[in-house]
């Protein structure tokens, strides 16, 4: 099984894994990290402290970022780089449809590759105009 964890600005993360649940039902495997007021330094010990936890538990965690480029992506890009050898992705420009794909899917034995590109699908197609 892989894990989800979904890290933005504020508490995004959780009120989207509570709309993701409402829809899919409860998921074991998704987790949450926000960047607060408390600051960057709080954000990267909670963030190191969530990934390495689930490291332990999971074979391979799938990170969904709200914003590319800003500190919750930046964070965990760094973490990334400096643990060159585990089996941590990062996707960015999260969005309801794409975590609610994600946690479907994420019960399929699938190749994660395949599977992130089939979300970023989901989430690009989930935006539309009337």
Avoid at 20 to 39: P, Q, V
Wanted: hydrophobic share 40%.
């Amino acid at each position: 099984m892989k894990a989800i964890l979904l890290v933005t600005h504020s508490t995004m993360c959780e009120g989207v894994k509570e709309s993701c649940e409402m829809i899919i039902g409860k998921k074991e495997n998704i987790y949450t990290c926000s960047l607060t007021e408390e600051g960057v330094d709080n954000f990267r010990v909670q963030l190191t402290e969530r990934i390495e936890t689930l490291e332990k538990e999971y074979k391979e965690i799938i990170i969904v970022t709200d914003i590319p480029n800003v500190t919750p992506y930046n964070e965990c890009y760094r973490y990334i780089l400096a643990h060159k050898d585990s089996n941590i992705y990062l996707v960015s420009g999260m969005n309801l449809a794409m975590v609610i794909e994600l946690g479907m899917l994420c019960a399929l034995d699938m190749e994660t590759q395949q599977l992130i590109n089939q979300i970023m699908d989901t989430g690009k197609i989930s935006i539309c105009s009337l």
